[in-house]
């Protein structure tokens, strides 16, 4: 087991463009985050899934973005029509369901350039 | 509204000496503590945690301790590394129902000085 896995790692793209981030979790984890990173500041939470029922979203989630996890597995981050605020590393992280004080286990993140 | 709040941007210690992060919390609700330690460019890798039914927990150099009165933790390093030197996050999370996931403070960059 590798750990928590995200690609691309590096993102750069025009203004307006599409992106997609993958996550593939540790194997038998069944709940899956994304959190956003920017300079100077902590991880903020954006979704998380348990299986592949997302169960809750940050207010910080627009509706340009969207995240999946069709199989309970691996998760994919879109974000529409980018704009330079969305500039930051996207993080994955993923638990067993949380006990209490349960890890969650953060991948190498993926950065975003918006230019 | 900054539920998590480490005041310090940034800590600087002496090699060998300990090196102590302090974290405070508002919401009372919070009853799971943890630190994690980032590198730049990489995802943070956790470090050790605290229930709040505890006022200690001791993992080899690193030592947290709770106040939950003063709704303080602190995570000690003794003795200090130069490989200690990092970003440190404090997160909180509140188990008992919701989204689980943490909150955390902005960071603290610790500088291990030889």
């Known amino acids: 087991d590798t750990g928590v896995s995200q690609n691309p790692r590096h993102k750069i793209t025009k203004r307006g463009q599409n992106v997609t981030f993958r996550c593939d979790p540790i194997?038998?984890?069944?709940?899956l985050y994304w959190y956003r990173q920017t300079l100077g500041q902590g991880p903020e939470f954006l979704t998380y899934?348990?299986?592949?029922?997302?169960?809750?979203k940050s207010r910080l989630l627009s509706d340009r973005f969207s995240a999946e996890r069709p199989k309970g597995s691996f998760s994919t981050l879109e974000i529409q029509r980018t704009e330079q605020g969305d500039s930051a590393m996207y993080l994955c992280?993923?638990?067993?369901?949380?006990?209490?004080?349960?890890?969650?286990?953060f991948g190498e993140g993926s950065w975003l350039t918006v230019v | 509204d900054q539920q998590v709040k480490q005041n310090s941007p940034s800590l600087s210690v002496q090699e060998g000496r300990i090196s102590i992060l302090n974290c405070d919390y508002t919401?009372?609700?919070?009853?799971?503590f943890l630190w994690y330690k980032k590198y730049p460019a990489e995802g943070p890798t956790f470090l050790i945690s605290i229930s709040s039914i505890k006022d200690k927990n001791e993992d080899g150099r690193f030592t947290v301790f709770l106040n939950k009165s003063a709704k303080h933790l602190s995570l000690h390093i003794v003795p200090s590394q130069p490989g200690d030197s990092a970003v440190y996050f404090c997160a909180a999370q509140y188990s008992g129902g919701g989204a689980d996931g943490l909150t955390f403070g902005k960071g603290t960059h610790l500088i291990i000085q030889p």
């Open positions: 919401n009372s609700m919070f009853d799971y």
């Open positions: 194997s038998e984890h069944n709940r």
């Open positions: 992280a993923s638990s067993l369901v949380l006990m209490p004080g349960g890890t969650i286990y």
């Open positions: 899934f348990q299986n592949e029922a997302q169960l809750e």
